[in-house]
């Protein structure tokens, strides 16, 4: 059960990630379909997924999957796995599986991207908590599994009082040769890139633009003279939740300390990380971020937080996390980022490339040591995964 495509985000290639690890491991699946409700693939409303279009390419997919159990096409030898844990329509399985025989019962798997746990999700942004977080213990009162993409994840979870059964699987869905093959030829050697500092969260008030054009502002200042561009890329029109930030954002580009790349395509995207020579990051709220394993990939340097997801994402390396809301600190890791590639490049991507094979451990009953529900589930937090 995917999440429909759209260009602006990762969602147009989480399907063939998912499928060409499920090709390879022999795995007998079946993508449930739902109904686009328009061709341009764009975010009209909201922020993070088209309100509209989301609610009725999930709900669409619901009327697929019913119509499939109808027809005795699912049984308790399946698993329905959802990318997303808000599927609109879903409470038609408890309502379904609680009249039907028990062989006709598949497992449910959920995998969460945020939710009401995170205090700097949109729905906080758009007061939608007072139901999401009811919707979200309906979920958790018959899924089987449910899938965090991190410890700090997994810990929010519990301390929400989620009862599910709760596996950690340490990233997010990720295809490193997919992501690769997208730019031609060989990578570019880092001291032939741009003099770069790319920025490709959303320009949202959880991606914190501010301290990113803070840091564009500081840099101008302690090096007067030195070329360093301090770009931001997105893959639509440039839009924020908070519409302080683009008066600000307009500012900075006018004085040359701010060059906006917009409306791009995945390949030209890539085609910038290929040419840049650090991606930064001052997300509150990323929960692990494809950006940081797309730009491992194509050879970029990562500088992000020391907060929440992103120790774990690092396995703890010092030299590519900065203390949060350290400027200080921030520019100080990037003047060394910007020199030359870091020793432990290619790692994170290389770790969350298998993000997929653990998810399908999971599902298959051979990822127990990824559950997370004793009392000491704290324990894991300070280890690096690889």
């Not at 379909?33 to 709900?59: C, K, P, W």
């Not at 329509?89 to 599986?97: C, D, K, Q, W």
């Not at 599994?145 to 009082?161: P, Q, R, T």
């Not at 490049?345 to 009953?365: A, C, F, M, N, Y």
């Amino acid at each position: 059960m995917g999440l429909e495509p759209y260009k602006a985000r990762y969602t147009l290639q989480l399907q063939d990630w998912n499928e060409r690890v499920f090709k390879r491991r022999g795995i007998d699946y079946e993508l449930v379909t739902g109904e686009t409700l328009s061709n341009d693939q764009a975010i009209v409303t909201g922020q993070v997924l088209d309100a509209h279009g989301r609610t009725y390419f999930g709900m669409s997919q619901l009327m697929t999957l019913v119509k499939k159990m109808k027809a005795g096409e699912v049984t308790n030898e399946d698993v329905v796995y959802f990318e997303d844990m808000f599927q609109p329509g879903i409470e038609s399985l408890p309502y379904i599986m609680d009249q039907v025989d028990p062989a006709m019962r598949p497992t449910i798997a959920v995998r969460c991207l945020a939710q009401t746990i995170d205090p700097d999700d949109f729905v906080h942004v758009w007061g939608m908590q007072k139901w999401m977080g009811l919707y979200e213990k309906m979920v958790d009162s018959f899924a089987d599994i449910v899938l965090a993409s991190n410890e700090e994840m997994a810990m929010h979870m519990k301390i929400a009082g989620w009862e599910a059964p709760i596996y950690n699987i340490s990233g997010l869905a990720f295809g490193k040769d997919e992501v690769r093959a997208r730019v031609a030829g060989e990578l570019k050697p880092f001291n032939q890139r741009a003099f770069r500092v790319g920025f490709a969260a959303r320009w949202d008030q959880e991606k914190q633009p501010d301290f990113f054009m803070d840091l564009a502002e500081l840099w101008a200042e302690r090096h007067p003279g030195q070329r360093l561009e301090f770009a931001l890329f997105s893959g639509a029109r440039l839009k924020s939740n908070n519409d302080s930030y683009m008066a600000r954002t307009r500012d900075l580009q006018a004085r040359g300390l701010l060059t906006i790349y917009e409306d791009l395509e995945k390949n030209d995207y890539y085609n910038l990380l290929n040419d840049t020579r650090v991606l930064f990051n001052c997300a509150l709220q990323d929960w692990v971020s494809n950006t940081v394993s797309e730009a491992d990939t194509l050879g970029a340097n990562v500088l992000y937080p020391a907060y929440r997801s992103f120790p774990e994402t690092f396995a703890n390396d010092h030299d590519r996390l900065y203390v949060p809301w350290s400027l200080e600190d921030a520019i100080n890791k990037l003047e060394k980022l910007i020199r030359k590639p870091h020793a432990n490049q290619g790692k994170i991507s290389d770790w969350t490339d298998g993000t997929i094979d653990r998810i399908v451990d999971i599902l298959e009953g051979k990822g127990e040591q990824w559950r997370r529900m004793s009392t000491d589930y704290r324990k894991h937090t300070h280890e690096s995964k690889y």
